[in-house]
């Protein structure tokens, strides 16, 4: 049987490993001696240069236990990374950030909430369901990687992009990603924003500034077309997500001097996005108004990840009923907040949610997770499992 605190105890031998992306420093080994312990089989996939080698796990327990003969079963899947941010100036910790440490109820780490509570929740989670339930009508899946932090190029999207190959099928997914706010289980995410960023550059003519008409002032022929930008309307949003929003985030142009009228100007900006657009709805009407001004421009877009929804049905409800039973809570479906993995695997599973912990503290100094929502957490993930499982029965 699981030890008493079992989750806390991983918690801690996860967060004693420093993990800055893209090391693992040892955790997906510790993850998958439990979890092989349990008849997972576990295949490590290396990505990415020499210099910025990530590591990615890939670990599956088919239904009816190891020899259930891969008669077909639904797949759930938990999904995380072990990578963290860098901790920042040592000297504003007040424990070192790589020594897990206790104080006024609450355990002290780099990781603690984003998201190694997350991830030993899981482990647990999986060895209780599977000590009452040894031969599951689900069949059981762990993908994580090293990768989540940083680039996000040599991470879950190989993984993703391996198992399309192969043709395996993914039904459900619970991203481990730090959702609630108060208490764990009192928000989840039921999907992401999209998030298309766009590098455009305005061409003009070099000039002396006292003889403008020599030149061609691209900070002056681009402003107006910024101005009408910031006043469109992309979409008027749906009842998971707020409307699509445009923000310009750098402007670059001038040579420093002050007698020079500049040959060009570079402009950043961003797109978050909701499923009522699409990025190629986006780029052909911003481009509309770039045109309409007449502008001489070129322009780069970068899409870092399509939007993704799961509504209410199998996953949304048992997760909810799960949070309901563990804690009292009745959760709030959120789509709010940035971009996390659950854009590359929205795109091979029709359903995805996100849930962890609090999210108050993440990525700060002194992360933090409170010990009394480390037991809830692993709680609502095995109940998850136990609901999935009576469903794949009947």
Same mark, same amino acid.
């Given at each position: ?7 806390? $105890?991983?918690?801690? *031998? ?18 998958? @001696? %439990? ?19 990530? @590591? ?24 995380? $990374? ?50 009452? &339930?040894? /031969? ?8 994580? &990687? ?30 481990? *990603? ?18 298309? @960023? ?14 403008? $008409? ?30 699509? @929003? ?8 001038? /040579? ?7 040959? *060009? ?6 797109? %978050?996005?909701?499923?009522?657009? &699409? ?63 659950? %854009? ?37 993930? %095995? ?12």
């Amino acid at each position: 049987m699981p030890l008493r605190n079992a989750t806390l $105890h991983l918690t801690e *031998e996860l967060l004693a490993r420093s993990s800055v992306t893209p090391l693992d420093a040892g955790c997906q080994d510790l993850i998958r @001696s %439990r979890l092989s312990a349990l008849g997972f089989a576990c295949e490590t996939l290396e990505s990415g240069p020499a210099d910025f080698r990530v @590591s990615n796990l890939w670990a599956k327990r088919s239904a009816g236990g190891p020899d259930g003969g891969g008669a077909p079963a639904k797949t759930l899947v938990f999904a995380g $990374h072990t990578d963290v941010v860098p901790t920042g100036p040592l000297a504003q910790w007040d424990s070192a950030p790589f020594s897990p440490s206790h104080r006024d109820g609450r355990l002290y780490g780099r990781g603690a909430s984003d998201m190694k509570t997350s991830l030993a929740a899981f482990v647990v989670a999986i060895e209780e369901f599977l000590v009452d &339930t040894p /031969t599951p009508a689900l069949s059981i899946a762990l993908l994580l &990687t090293s990768d989540e932090e940083g680039p996000a190029v040599d991470g879950t999207v190989v993984v993703c992009k391996t198992l399309t190959a192969r043709g395996e099928v993914v039904d459900y997914c619970i991203v481990g *990603e730090p959702t609630s706010v108060e208490r764990t289980g009192d928000m989840i995410k039921n999907g992401r924003r999209g998030t298309m @960023s766009g590098k455009l550059t305005v061409k003009g003519v070099q000039g002396h500034i006292a003889y403008p $008409h020599m030149a061609d002032n691209p900070i002056h022929r681009v402003m107006p077309a910024l101005a009408e930008l910031v006043t469109v309307r992309w979409d008027e949003g749906n009842a998971y997500f707020p409307p699509t @929003s445009w923000q310009v985030s750098n402007m670059h142009g001038g /040579t420093g001097a002050s007698n020079v009228i500049p040959g *060009e100007v570079v402009i950043d900006f961003n797109f %978050r996005f909701c499923t009522e657009s &699409t990025p190629e709805s986006l780029q052909t009407r911003l481009c509309a108004v770039l045109d309409r001004h007449g502008l001489n421009y070129d322009l780069a877009w970068t899409i870092g990840g399509l939007p993704f929804l799961t509504p209410p049905g199998t996953l949304v409800d048992a997760v909810r009923d799960a949070i309901r039973d563990e804690t009292g809570l009745e959760t709030q479906l959120s789509t709010t907040g940035g971009t996390s993995d659950g %854009r590359f695997l929205a795109q091979i599973c029709p359903q995805v949610i996100e849930l962890g912990p609090p999210n108050a503290t993440i990525h700060k100094i002194n992360e933090y997770v409170a010990l009394a929502d480390i037991e809830p957490l692993k709680n609502i993930y %095995r109940r998850v499992l136990e609901r999935l499982h009576r469903q794949a029965q009947a």
